[in-house]
């Protein structure tokens, strides 16, 4: 009766993968996978604050449309004529906009907060803000 193996042939011999062969490559895999996933929370997180800053340039938008019909800024981002970002589902940011009054306003973008998701360490405090003229600033006050 016949064994069955699992075998690899070449040119007539049979050869298999050892024990310690397979450890190695699975230690290996899992060096690399330790040594991309900070790199992958990190370009996650990006890519969220590129979407919190695109809304905020988009209640920027509907606030310079609102001040041409109205001649003042509007407090409240449900009077613009744009789609809340705070209505999604799932988001990352809760939007306002602070001080606002005839010549200008603040629209500040917060992590977490007010339904929005959460954010890890040490991502969990941030906020951005944007003002009339298009400036985006971070919660540790330096310029995007």
């Known amino acids: 009766m016949k064994e069955n193996r699992f075998h690899i ?3 007539g011999r ?3 993968f050892t024990l310690t062969e397979i450890l190695i490559v699975v230690i290996i895999i899992a060096i690399l996978a330790t040594l991309a996933l900070p ?3 990190k370009t996650i997180e990006k890519a969220k604050v590129g979407e919190a800053i695109s809304n905020l ?3 920027r938008t509907g606030e310079k449309i609102y001040c041409l019909e109205w001649a003042t ?3 409240d981002i449900e009077e613009l004529n744009i789609e809340s970002p705070n209505d999604a589902t799932s988001r990352y940011f ?3 906009i602070e001080d606002a009054d005839d010549s200008d306003f603040t629209a500040r973008a917060t992590r977490g907060g007010d339904g929005a998701q959460s954010a890890p360490s040490p991502y969990d405090t941030h906020y951005y803000e944007i003002d009339k003229d298009g400036t985006v600033t971070g919660s ?3 310029l995007l």
């Open 9 to 11: 042939t070449f040119f």
């Open 140 to 142: 540790s006050g330096s």
């Open 14 to 16: 049979r050869r298999g």
């Open 39 to 41: 790199m992958l929370v």
């Open 94 to 96: 809760y939007y306002t």
């Open 73 to 75: 800024f509007s407090s």
């Open 57 to 59: 340039n988009l209640i």
